[in-house]
């Protein structure tokens, strides 16, 4: 079949390729939303990175010390209590824009590397760029201390004793609607020294150490 000169010239202008300025607006176009893309995503890594939260052991402390230093002079009487209860204070600062949900903390206390007292608290959730306090309270046994010689001996040479607690905190980040989900691990390492005849604390020392997996 033989085409019209007027079909002919209709298909070749539409066959005619795009002219310079439309291919410059589809270009800057094409570049302007590359740009924005990977502006809106610099800003949401930044915003929604997952930071390591701060623990911090804002004191040590003993629950009814007097009744315990009065056990620690006679210790051949029959004890007031069988337990010496160590209050631990400890804050959870959560930098991120999402909230930290954590398991049980548990907590240890440590006389000579030896364990003496565990417990366990209850989990909760540290909100968006928020703080949480907690108090765990770990029984000690008091008997068993006075019948170890190393702590009698200790008593006898300076008239007070190093404990050691340990303090730790698991839980998880969740961003971007969980997209992006880290967890979390906060140790906190403390040692303190213990006056037996007043049961004060001094010299408290701490440590913290984080991991994100």
Known sequence: MIQSAGAMGTSAAAAKPPSLRLRCVLISCGIGSILVAAALLAVTLTVYRVREPVMTMNAISLKDPAAAAAYSSSPSTPPPLLTLTVVADVSVRNPNAASLRYGATETSVYYRARRVG????????????????????????????????????????????????????????????????????????????????????????????????
């Open 118 to 213: 565990e417990a366990r608290g209850p989990p909760g959730t540290a909100p968006a760029r928020r703080t949480v306090r907690m108090n765990v309270t770990v029984d000690v046994a008091v008997g068993a201390l006075l019948r170890d010689p190393a702590f009698l001996g200790d008593v006898a040479a300076g008239g007070a004793v190093e404990v050691a607690t340990a303090t730790r905190v698991r839980g998880r980040v969740a961003v971007l609607g969980g997209l992006v989900r880290r967890r979390v691990v906060l140790e906190m390492n403390c040692t303190a020294t213990i006056a037996v005849a007043d049961m004060s604390i001094s010299d408290q020392s701490c440590e913290q150490r984080v991991w994100l997996q």
